[in-house]
């Protein structure tokens, strides 16, 4: 289905739910899991669902500084309790002989026969030689008390597999005693650039730069994305506009990647090596897709060499993202995060490859309807709506910088001041 420079040009245009759809049908998870320390595994991907072999907390223990005491025996304020025992945190308790109570630290076990904790500064300690305290406030049964098992109970799945880890996971699992966890590998993505134009910044000075060249912008948040996302990411550089050069990079990363992603040159009628090049290593879709910015994008595949090993049998996914770094970064955003969300193994389907959005007011308008589906970047201001970036253009790159996030504005509408809009924040577009 290598689609014709012309015939590409005048089809009309693919939505974005039917290209993420027709992307994600492409896809299917890595089969390979490898075990890392649950320290290093932030990001990663459980290749396992995580059972508790235990109760977290273990046993019922105290959330106070105070005394563990019998209800019973407090049953009006100024009761004068012995007190009969002292528990830290990390000790074993006694049982609660009746009549007295224990002094009681936070994360300490609970005595057996304590149903309460009177936390210190209700209490007053008695002088003399018999150490005693006074309880100046009736406690409730369960009062300052945690009980076993309140946040996990034994055999239960605390973490399923495909669940991406973030930190707080990385505790959950730590508590369940987990040192190692089985993870899925990360992809492994070649990334290029292309243009005759990109020069990249350190080589040559801004006052030495030659007229039309332009510093390799994409490059720079590429890299950083595909980290975020998990990806083992292989730097090809600005790939050398000659076809040998090209064909080349390409044979040699399909064989050891997963995903070669390049950005530039998938515009309609441009020339460029990376178009016939992978047309003629495998297979290449240009798609233009109903969004703004972002329209061109190509999918593709690229044969690995009968010598690539277990791999060999299946081509290497290719993604050609537009050169104009506005539609570079928003197509990642939407089409490449949850393509490699779903190599990795996490279930992600459809339109529900995107984080739900938030209805927020506009604080700005916009009077002329556009024929695609427009992503704006916006800004949450202090007065809970939304401020527009002045310049939209696909080019400014300031835009995603001063914006937190972006409107997902449906294809002919208009906004009015005050409309209920759809946010899409860049940190849930990240996580
Ligand atoms: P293209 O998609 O190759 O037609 O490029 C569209 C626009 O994006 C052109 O103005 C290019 O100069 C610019 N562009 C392409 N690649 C990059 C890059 N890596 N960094 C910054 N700008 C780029
Ligand atoms: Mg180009």
Not at 145 to 171: F, H, K, N
Not at 201 to 224: D, H, Q, T, W
Request: hydrophobic share 45%.
């Amino acid at each position: 289905m290598n689609a014709p420079q012309k015939s590409a040009a005048r089809a009309p245009l693919m939505s974005l739910d039917a290209a993420m759809a027709d992307l994600l049908g492409r896809v299917e998870a890595l089969t390979a899991v490898e075990t890392v320390a649950t320290f290093d595994a932030d990001g990663r991907v459980l290749a396992e669902d995580l059972v508790s072999a235990l109760q977290v907390p273990p046993n019922d223990n105290s959330s106070m500084d105070g005394y563990a005491v019998r209800v019973a025996d407090v049953t009006e304020t100024g009761v004068v309790l012995r007190v009969s025992q002292r528990i830290a945190a990390g000790h074993a308790a006694q049982p609660l002989e009746p009549g007295t109570c224990a002094r009681i630290f936070t994360g300490a076990p609970m005595p057996e026969g304590a149903d309460a904790v009177v936390m210190q500064e209700d209490t007053v300690e008695v002088g003399g030689d018999i150490h005693a305290v006074h309880i100046q406030a009736v406690p409730e049964a369960g009062q300052w008390v945690r009980r076993a098992g309140e946040d996990v109970t034994r055999g239960a799945v605390v973490l399923a597999r495909g669940q991406r880890l973030a930190p707080s996971g990385l505790g959950l699992a730590a508590s369940l005693g987990r040192a190692r966890l089985s993870v899925k590998v990360r992809p492994r993505v070649a990334l290029f650039s292309t243009g005759d134009e990109l020069v990249m910044p350190g080589e040559v000075a801004p006052e030495a730069m030659k007229p039309g060249a332009i510093y390799n912008s994409n490059r720079f948040f590429l890299r950083a994305l595909l980290h975020r996302m998990g990806c083992e990411v292989s730097d090809l550089g600005i790939v050398p506009d000659r076809r040998e050069a090209t064909l080349a990079a390409l044979k040699t990363a399909a064989d050891h990647h997963d995903l070669i992603l390049t950005s530039g040159g998938v515009s309609v009628g441009e020339e460029d090596h990376i178009k016939p090049s992978v047309q003629q290593l495998g297979s290449l879709d240009l798609w233009q897709i109903g969004m703004k910015p972002g329209k061109p994008f190509a999918y593709g595949s690229v044969r690995r060499d009968a010598g690539a090993g277990p791999a060999a049998s299946t081509p290497c996914h290719f993604i050609g993202l537009p050169g104009n770094p506005v539609s570079s970064f928003v197509t990642f955003l939407l089409l490449v995060r949850p393509f490699l969300l779903k190599l990795q193994g996490v279930p992600v389907d459809g339109v529900h490859a995107l984080p739900p959005p938030v209805k927020l007011p506009a604080h700005f308008s916009v009077a002329r309807a556009d024929k695609r589906r427009e992503f704006l970047r916006v800004r949450r201001n202090a007065a809970g709506g939304l401020d527009l970036f002045p310049n939209q253009s696909s080019g400014v790159l300031t835009s995603a910088v001063w914006g937190d996030g972006l409107v997902d504005n449906p294809a002919g509408t208009t906004i009015a001041r005050g409309d209920l809009v759809s946010y899409l924040s860049f940190s849930d577009l990240l996580a």
